[in-house]
């Protein structure tokens, strides 16, 4: 299985500043065949289902702030929040989808500081 | 409007069964394949099972293996989870979810992120 490390485990940024959050994959979710990373990016909020935001690692779903920007090929990628907003408290999970099973990284707590 | 309704949850002894629904609507469900994934208490997201658009192929994490089975019936728009020989640890809420894209199928399962999700039913294991 292909095991997804996401860092930081929690992070707390000011009202309007820049969240990062990293993900690396233990090996390659770049398919050759179509030049596509497998990789996805979604935000879970308690008492809600997880939501989309980023697939083929920088597309943005539609609906999705433009504030939510993801980067990456291979086995290292990023999750930007370009100025992060109160509503954007919440846990993101990165997830490959490139081989069966598709695995999420241990998510990431964001809390406003 | 893409709609999800899991159903089917509830407070069942260890070693007991369980089968979850998951009612969809608003879209051609025969055309999507379909997860369903699972957050136990104070923990991340773990994927549990795949199955194809037509039900021909499915997949499962090694955790439910050989106890739970997914299945689907296209002419109800429903998805199903069967659990089987259920352990304190299958305590969790169980999210149903749409792959992004119709009919894909790539390396032996699912080509796509789950775009869509239901709100979750509480499976709890307990004696």
């Known amino acids: 299985d292909i095991v997804m490390t996401q860092s930081p485990d929690s992070l707390a940024v000011s009202l309007g500043e820049r969240a990062t959050i990293d993900c690396k994959s233990s090996?390659?979710?770049?398919?050759?065949?179509?030049?596509?990373?497998?990789l996805a990016w979604y935000q879970h909020k308690p008492g809600q289902p997880p939501k989309l935001l980023i697939y083929w690692a920088s597309t943005r779903e539609s609906g999705v702030p433009d504030r939510f920007s993801g980067s990456g090929s291979g086995t290292d990628f990023t999750l930007t929040i370009s100025s992060l907003q109160a509503e954007d408290v919440a846990v993101y999970y990165c997830q490959q989808f490139y081989i069966t099973p598709p695995t999420f990284g241990q998510g990431t707590k964001v809390e406003i500081k | 409007q893409v709609h999800l309704v899991e159903s089917g949850g509830g407070v069942v002894q260890p070693g007991g069964s369980l089968r979850l629904s998951c009612a969809a609507s608003?879209?051609?469900?025969?055309?999507?394949?379909m997860h369903w994934v699972r957050q136990a208490p104070g923990k991340g997201l773990e994927w549990v099972a795949f199955?194809?658009?037509?039900?021909?192929?499915?997949n499962y994490a090694d955790s439910v293996q050989g106890r739970f089975t997914i299945s689907r019936d296209n002419s109800k728009n429903t998805l199903y989870l069967q659990m089987n020989s259920l352990r304190a640890e299958d305590t969790a809420i169980y999210f149903c979810a749409k792959d992004r894209l119709p009919l894909g199928y790539c390396n032996g399962g699912s080509c796509y992120p789950a775009d869509y999700w239901g709100q979750g039913t509480l499976v709890t294991v307990s004696s």
């Open positions: 090996q390659s979710v770049l398919y050759s065949s179509d030049n596509k990373n497998y």
């Open positions: 199955i194809r658009f037509d039900g021909s192929n499915k």
């Open positions: 608003a879209f051609t469900f025969s055309s999507y394949g």
